[in-house]
């Protein structure tokens, strides 16, 4: 038995090896994921193109509409079973493009030259946990999903209360700010991201271990873009808070 703390993972359980004859492969999950993050860059871009072709108030529009779409579809693929449907994972990753891409054409604007800034970062971030973790040093033992289920809870938290105190026009002092605290704070959130990744990885490897059904290479994609999309935000955040200080 095996599950991860990745909450977009954590209920699934890979069992009975050799059970299943069209099993999950690593291949897979990179194609697989080559498809979706094509789609997502595809969809941000289209909201670039919108903004920067005269139609700035559709592609605002059409960001947010993907924001809250997404949102809402994220818990509905969590609590439903469909981030084991392709249809279901691609039109997740369409949605995220349209955020993605409104939410970094306004980081862009205001910070030229953050969007590249920041995609970089999050591949280094990836690509750096993925030798770590080829490489043994961080070991993902129950004990290490457990912390990282913790901290990840704690920072979901924080975001919640974020979000219901913006409501009322109230902010959480210092965690936003680009003040050492704040830069801090972001630098921790992209820690626990990473340390996702690694968590991510080790599903990917246990499920081809187990003989897990092909259908779950989706939904270890479905798992790595929930946690690539969280730390390129965060990143951006990171970006726009050290660019103020300028």
Request: hydrophobic share 55%; with cysteine; net charge neutral.
């Amino acid at each position: 038995m095996y599950r991860t703390k990745n909450p977009a993972l954590n209920d699934m359980v890979f069992v009975f090896k050799g059970m299943i004859d069209d099993k999950m492969t690593i291949q897979g999950v990179v194609e697989k994921g080559a498809i979706t993050f094509a789609i997502m860059l595809l969809s941000g871009l289209s909201i670039w193109g919108l903004a920067l072709t005269g139609s700035p108030e559709i592609a605002f529009m059409l960001s947010i509409v993907g924001w809250v779409v997404g949102f809402i579809f994220f818990f509905v693929m969590l609590f439903t079973g469909l981030a084991d449907n392709p249809l279901a994972v691609l039109t997740y990753a369409a949605l995220q493009g349209l955020f993605l891409g409104g939410t970094t054409l306004i980081f862009e604007s205001a910070y030229p030259g953050i969007a590249i800034q920041a995609f970089l970062g999050t591949t280094a971030v990836f690509g750096g946990m993925l030798i770590i973790y080829r490489t043994g040093v961080i070991p993902v033992t129950e004990n290490f999903r457990i912390a990282l289920f913790s901290a990840m809870s704690a920072i979901f938290m924080i975001y919640m209360l974020t979000l219901i105190l913006s409501i009322f026009g109230i902010e959480i002092p210092y965690i936003h700010s680009s003040g050492p605290i704040g830069i801090g704070f972001s630098v921790l959130v992209i820690g626990i991201g990473a340390f996702c990744l690694a968590s991510d990885f080790d599903f990917v490897e246990r499920g081809v271990e187990n003989g897990a059904p092909k259908s779950m290479e989706w939904r270890a994609v479905f798992g790595l873009m929930v946690t690539l999309i969280w730390i390129y935000l965060e990143m951006l955040r990171l970006l726009a808070k050290l660019n103020s200080r300028r």
